[in-house]
């Protein structure tokens, strides 16, 4: 029998994501269908909110139900620390370790000449503009420990040092090649505590 055209364009859109291609989207499916009150139904409900509600902050590039983000607005939060991340993953990461209490801003990639991504292509004038910024002291370069990675920190060092605000680095010890949003945090606080200039 074959199968229905709803199911298999669910199992099509599935197998797109990272970490699933067509046997693990099909397993997932047909796990949802079997449950599809206790997981289905939620998760539908969950995607439609998703889809409608959530915006980029303006100012930092999160992703959040508000413009500004939480993060942005929150008064507490040091405006005198930008922490320079890749993508929102990076983001959440250094959130989810509890380390860090200053403000972000997220690149939203990295420099790579075989994927032509340029300079232009990420918010790095943004960076800049708020870097230059009144009160703002430390930027702290938190890319992944990736070629790219590195790049992308190099040339933004060298685009900050005309702000004069601190560019620090995470420190060593980021597996070479690993990204942020696979380490524990244990890792992650050590390699915030334990930043240097770059």
Do not use: F
Not at 6 to 17: F, P, T
Not at 30 to 43: F, S
């Amino acid at each position: 029998m074959a199968v229905p055209n709803d199911v298999d364009r669910l199992i099509q859109l599935l197998a797109r994501l990272p970490g699933l291609g067509p046997r693990s989207a099909r397993r997932a499916v047909l796990h949802l269908i079997r449950r599809r009150e206790t997981l289905l139904a939620p998760l539908t409900r969950a995607l439609g909110d998703v889809a409608s509600n959530i915006r980029t902050c303006s100012t930092c590039g999160n992703l959040d139900t508000t413009d500004p983000c939480a993060i942005c607005a929150d008064p507490v939060r040091d405006t005198a620390q930008l922490c320079v991340v890749e993508g929102v993953a990076d983001l959440w990461a250094i959130e989810r370790s509890g380390a860090y209490k200053g403000r972000y801003h997220v690149l939203g990639g990295v420099l790579s000449a075989l994927d032509g991504v340029r300079p232009a292509d990420l918010a790095i004038d943004g960076l800049v503009g708020r870097a230059s910024q009144p009160g703002v002291r430390e930027a702290i370069l938190a890319t992944n420990a990736t070629v790219e990675g590195q790049t992308t920190a190099h040339y933004v060092a060298e685009r900050l040092a005309a702000t004069g605000v601190a560019v620090t680095r995470l420190a060593h010890g980021l597996p070479v090649g690993g990204e942020l949003d696979y380490l524990d945090d244990g890792t992650l606080m050590a390699a915030l505590s334990a930043r240097r200039p770059a």
